[in-house]
């Protein structure tokens, strides 16, 4: 199973931005799909951004425009540029990762957007 650990999560004003970043403990990592979740508190997770090994899918209609993930496979890592941060775009992000059948979640990081 893929380890994945988050990193770049913290306290930010609004309109603010922030960079998370997450590696991968794989050697094939450019064969994965990788995500980026999010989970609100009493909220349920959602997919905020994915990318595969070829190309991106449509955003999160509430990140459209703002955030940009992407990937670089030679240093295994997924990014999530997070730009016009909004109170509500506060959440514990997680980094998802899929090879065929197999799955894995990194440990998330807390972004909390406050004045």
């Known amino acids: 199973q893929v380890q994945l650990v988050e990193s770049g999560g913290g306290l930010v004003q609004p309109g603010g931005s922030l960079r998370l970043s997450c590696s991968a403990s794989?050697?094939?990592?450019?064969?994965?799909?990788m995500s980026w979740y999010r989970q609100a508190p009493g909220k349920q997770r959602e997919l905020v951004a994915p990318?595969?090994?070829?190309?991106?899918?449509p955003y999160a209609d509430s990140v459209q425009g703002r955030f940009i993930i992407s990937r670089d496979n030679a240093k295994k890592t997924v990014y999530l540029q997070m730009n016009d941060l909004r109170p509500e775009d506060t959440a514990v992000y997680y980094c998802?990762?899929?090879?065929?059948?197999?799955?894995?979640w990194g440990r998330g990081t807390q972004v909390t957007v406050s004045s």
């Open positions: 990318i595969t090994s070829r190309t991106t899918t």
């Open positions: 794989t050697a094939i990592f450019s064969l994965y799909a």
């Open positions: 998802h990762a899929q090879y065929h059948s197999q799955t894995s």
